[in-house]
């Protein structure tokens, strides 16, 4: 397949970036910063852009099977971009939910229909303690999320959602716990490696075709 990543630099998109060159696809990584990418391949290529920009995604996409989205909220440590300038208006506060929209628009114009993004736990009706912990901590990333759930669903493009729970530097294992619209039992952790391994596999293999998914340890 030929994946096309955005949030490569981050540390869930650096796993998706690895691990899809080891599963022997083509990888897009669609970057601000193309220095923050150490890494070589003949199967991987490194584009200059700015995902809140449509009209440079709408260039990148042609040929491309799948756009995975790691964007999702997070720290800065986690996502290098929210220290970067914006343009169009956007913030830290927006720019996933921002992003998502000229994503979006570029799949639909170029035919590109298959989309994984990253979301959080803490939309889970079911997940109590989460919610409230997110309302009273995260409350800027919930909102960003949401909205990008909001314009994904909307979108008509073949989706699927994926919100893990507080993500780790643990090693990928490939032994996860998956459940459709509802974040699996006692699951408050995932490694961002096994994070990657399960949109990888849906990419491949799609099971989740327009679902949110929880996935867990």
Known sequence: MRLF????????????????????HAVTAFVRSPRKIALEHERL???????LDADQLRA??????????????GPAADHPRLSLPFTNGSSPLTVSGDSARSTVRAMQETGVHRLIVVSVAFLFPDFLLGRIFGSLFFRDVVRDAREVERVVGESGLEWTIVRPPQLTTGARTGQYRVKDGHRPPRGFSLSRADLAHFMLREAEHPQHLRKIVGVSR
């Open 45 to 51: 290529t490194v584009i200059e852009g700015d995902p």
């Open 5 to 24: 990543i955005l949030g490569a630099t981050g540390r869930t998109g650096a796993e998706l970036v690895e691990q899809g060159l080891a599963r022997g």
């Open 60 to 73: 990148a996409l042609p040929g491309h099977d799948i756009v995975l989205f790691a964007l999702g909220p």
